[in-house]
């Protein structure tokens, strides 16, 4: 398991600059390139890929989480985002949920308002780990069900 001294940011800034670099947006001319830390040490990235029906196009985020799939899963650690100039981003809130579905406890992000934990930039946030704890219980009585584990 990385603990926060493990996070390597220097490493993370440069893979979602180079992401970046490798973003398709001729629509909107606003690359965007992410990267995060996953628990085992590997390093994924992304980068949007626009479309021209716009709407349908794919956020950085979203071919991160891809690449984090494809290349044996885990859970995030830290994370960044970084438009075409190499300026932090916030991820918006369809991204937010999808880091937070794919995120250890606690995940760290670097935000345009400094470092943050995935809970503090998605309060709240309803994911596998409270799916998880309620296929435990039983609707009706909130008791834990016997045998459920």
């Not at 992401?19 to 628990?39: E, I, R």
């Not at 995030?76 to 794919?102: I, K, N, S, W, Y």
């Not at 309803?126 to 584990?149: I, K, W």
Request: glycine residues 12%; aromatic residues 6%.
């Amino acid at each position: 398991m990385i603990t926060v001294s493990d996070i390597n940011w220097d490493a993370i800034r440069a893979a979602a600059n180079e992401a970046m670099g490798k973003a398709y947006a001729p629509y909107s001319n606003f690359p965007v390139g992410a990267a995060a830390q996953v628990d085992d040490g590997r390093i994924v990235s992304g980068c949007n890929v626009e479309n021209a029906s716009y709407g349908v196009g794919l956020c950085a985020e979203c071919a991160l989480v891809s690449a984090l799939t494809m290349s044996g899963g885990g859970k995030l650690v830290a994370f960044t985002c970084v438009d075409g100039h190499g300026d932090v981003l916030m991820p918006c809130g369809r991204c937010r949920q999808l880091l937070f579905e794919h995120s250890a406890p606690g995940m760290m992000l670097e935000t345009v308002s400094g470092m943050r934990t995935i809970d503090q930039v998605l309060p709240d946030a309803f994911g596998p780990r409270e799916l998880d704890a309620y296929s435990l219980t039983d609707p009706a009585s909130g008791t834990t069900c016997e045998g459920c584990e």
